[in-house]
């Protein structure tokens, strides 16, 4: 999400208007419910933890059933809307975003159709995981392209994150994932360096049961 709210201070070089006040208040919004719900989604996974160690969190001082509501009424829409009222005010800026988004949901929906019914967990695990995903993976390439086509200039940003989070040996580092690794390092190497590297590559990325 830090990409975004780089762009929407990027995208404007001129006098603070009524739309940059919209879509910079509405980004901040959105993070500050997304940083809200990952606090209290971790405090519920650290919960028998925190409790032993006799700490007292939020989810410990409200309870553990209380705070999944907040989560699942509360946070996680307003988390949604204001990520779609943010992507609609930007929307005069870039459309890239927004289609990022559609074409993700498309993705998404695809694949859950194809999982059991088994395989799926909570209605609030499943937004998360929508939501995370997407600012993972696509919101920052998406953003960092359409700051890039309103200034050239700032490439080095997007050459930057792929660096780090996208290239093989990005998959390594906290937090990187993508769907559009560079492959083309391992290829680039002679004969069984090659294969090798390929098979460790494919070790390290590929999903785990």
Known sequence: MVPFAIATWLTFEGPVTALYAALFAS??????????????????????????????????????????RWLRYCIIPAEGLFLLATLLWALVLSPLPVLALLVYSVIWEVKRRRQTRSSQGGVDQAWAGFLDRFYREWLPLATLAAVIIAAPKFWPLLVLHL???????????????????????????????RRGAFSRWRAATSPRS
């Open 163 to 193: 660096v780090l989070f996208h290239i093989s040996w990005g998959s390594r580092l906290p937090g990187a994932a993508g769907p559009f690794r560079l492959q083309w390092l391992i290829i680039s190497l002679p004969g069984s360096k």
């Open 27 to 68: 980004a901040i919004a959105w993070q500050g419910m997304a940083g809200l719900r990952g606090i209290i989604g971790h405090q519920l996974e650290d919960l028998l933890g925190d409790k032993e160690a006799g700490l007292r969190t939020a989810v410990i001082q409200i309870g553990a059933d209380r705070a999944r």
